[in-house]
C-alpha cells in the first residue's frame, strides 16, 4: 500500500500523481482516510464502462508520465461483483495498450480476507494500517 499511496501522490508533493480508479464513493472516502492524497478516480458515476475506459485512456494515457510504470492503479473490491469488474475495465484497458497496476489489489486479497471484502472497508482499519504503511512509506505521510 505504501508504494501506491506513493505514486498516487500529486507530482508537486514529489510522487508521480499515477491515479487509482475504485467502484464508488465510500472507497474513494476510505482511501483518503489512509492518506491517499492524488487523484482517485470512481467508476461509479453513472457512466458505460465504455465512456469511461475512454476518459481514463484520454486522461491519464498508456504509462505514467513521470516513472514510465502502469499509467493507473485498479483497485476494486475483491468480492465477485468486484472481481468481474476488475477482469472487464482491465481487459479493455488493455485492448487501448494501456499498462495497468493490479499489485495493491493482490496484496489486500491476502491480507484483508477475514477483516473484509470491500476497499470501502479499509476505512474502518484506518488507524492500525497507516501505521504500517507509513512505516514502509519511503517519504512518510503528508499528514
Not at 501522490?9 to 499515477?18: A, D, E, I, L, Y
Not at 453513472?46 to 484520454?58: H, L, R
Not at 514502509?136 to 499528514?143: H, L, R, W, Y
Request: glycine fraction near 10%; include cysteine; proline fraction near 4%.
Amino acid at each position: 500500500m505504501a508504494q501506491a499511496r506513493y505514486r498516487n501522490r500529486p507530482t508537486s508533493n514529489g510522487g508521480c500523481g499515477c491515479p487509482i480508479i475504485v467502484e464508488g464513493r465510500k472507497d474513494r472516502i476510505a482511501l483518503h482516510s489512509l492518506s491517499f492524497t492524488g487523484p482517485i478516480e470512481q467508476v461509479n458515476r453513472g457512466w458505460d464502462q465504455s465512456k469511461f475506459v475512454t476518459y481514463i485512456y484520454e486522461k491519464y494515457g498508456l504509462i505514467n508520465k513521470v516513472d514510465q510504470g502502469p499509467s493507473v492503479i485498479l483497485l476494486m473490491d475483491w468480492d465477485r461483483t468486484g472481481g468481474r469488474l476488475q477482469r472487464t475495465l482491465g481487459d479493455r484497458m488493455k485492448s487501448f495498450g494501456m499498462r495497468i497496476d493490479e499489485q495493491i489489489r493482490m496484496e489486500l486479497i491476502r491480507a484483508m480476507k477475514p477483516e473484509g471484502k470491500t476497499v470501502e472497508s479499509l476505512g474502518a482499519h484506518s488507524d492500525k494500517l497507516t501505521v504500517y504503511v507509513d512505516e514502509f512509506d519511503p517519504n512518510g505521510s503528508e499528514d
